[in-house]
């Protein structure tokens, strides 16, 4: 009889694998749904968490909030504070100056007081020397006065006197300013600004100062010039006026207010406007900022001149200054021409003249 063939895969086989694996998915179904539950836990802890956090964040910008408007409010009390205080400091300024401003006014009363004491006394001696003499003496020789911005008398050292007496007023674009620049700005301006200039106003009053010591029995000439020369005087050029004719001094300066100052300098040009009065001058007083900028003629070629070529200039001028005639020199203050101050010093020395350089509130 034949033996019975075995199989491997019976029935009985099949059923142990199927209930074996019907276990695994039993126990890996058990295993999910505990992984679940505590997925579920972890998230609800870890929501509660970033609550937490959120709470704490709004907190922070509600905090974050009440500080910035703290720090505002302390910034605006800051200035608030620092403000106060300047005004207090200037407060107590303002009351000193108000206490030094009364200390001066009191001590101007008294000084006026004391004045009209002194002119009271010397009232009376003037009336007690009327009573005591029998006649009027003679008037005073000054033919035009003169008052300055100041309270105090100048030593010039400048010769005034003379026979016959000439005044070169430099009437240049340069006598408008101390500095280049200004001058070049002022150049541009209407004609009403450049003869409002300072410097050129300092000018004025210095002729004015003049004309008023010249002596009575002087004759006298003033011309103005840039390039060119002329008397201020229309119609006197080459003629003398007369020192005591007082309106010929009041002439002089109100042509000179007219005058706007423009172009460049010829020196050559003023000095032979000299040698056209007869007799010749026994005094000259010259006012000018500095060398000159070109000779007799305008050069053919305009170009900008340096200190050699104006130093060059000003000894071809000088050559016709008349022989014995002392030349006082005021000399403007100007920037950029080192070599004038001590070219006029020398100038005025070999001449046996004065030079002067004047301060800014003379005359």
Not at 110 to 131: F, P
Not at 148 to 166: H, N
Request: aromatic share 6%.
């Amino acid at each position: 009889m034949a033996r019975r063939k075995t199989e491997v895969f019976s029935l009985s086989f099949l059923d142990v694998i199927a209930c074996g694996f019907g276990a695994v998915v039993l126990f890996y179904t058990i295993l999910s749904a505990q992984a679940g539950v505590h997925r579920q836990h972890r998230n609800e802890e870890l929501q509660s968490e970033v609550d937490k956090l959120e709470e704490q964040v709004l907190e922070g910008y509600k905090n974050l909030v009440v500080l910035r408007n703290a720090l505002e409010g302390t910034e605006r009390a800051v200035p608030a504070e620092g403000l106060a205080n300047r005004i207090i400091e200037e407060t107590e300024q303002l009351k000193q100056q108000l206490a030094e401003a009364e200390k001066e006014t009191l001590s101007r009363r008294e000084a006026i007081e004391k004045l009209k004491q002194d002119l009271k006394s010397l009232d009376e001696g003037n009336r007690r020397l009327e009573a005591g003499t029998q006649s009027p003496g003679q008037t005073g020789t000054r033919i035009k006065g003169f008052i300055g911005s100041g309270d105090r008398q100048y030593l010039t050292g400048l010769k005034i006197g003379g026979e016959r007496v000439v005044i070169l007023v430099d009437v240049s674009a340069s006598m408008m300013d101390e500095t280049v620049v200004n001058v070049i700005r002022l150049r541009n301006m209407p004609e009403v600004k450049r003869m409002a200039a300072e410097k050129w106003r300092r000018t004025v009053a210095t002729v004015d100062w003049l004309t008023s010591q010249l002596p009575a029995k002087s004759k006298f000439q003033v011309y103005a010039f840039n390039t060119q020369a002329h008397a201020l005087v229309p119609d006197s050029d080459g003629k003398w006026l007369a020192g005591n004719d007082s309106a010929a001094l009041n002439r002089v300066l109100q042509e000179l207010r007219k005058v706007v100052p423009k172009d460049g300098t010829s020196l050559e040009n003023a000095l032979a406007a000299i040698g056209t009065l007869s007799p010749k001058p026994d005094n000259i007083i010259l006012i000018t900022d500095g060398l000159p900028t070109q000779g007799a003629s305008p050069p053919l070629v305009k170009k900008t001149i340096d200190g050699d070529g104006r130093l060059k200039l000003f000894e071809k001028a000088i050559g016709r200054l008349p022989a014995g005639v002392p030349l006082n020199v005021i000399l403007m203050p100007m920037e950029g021409d080192p070599m004038a101050p001590s070219a006029y010093w020398t100038l005025a020395r070999r001449t046996n003249g004065s030079f002067m350089s004047p301060a800014k509130d003379w005359p």
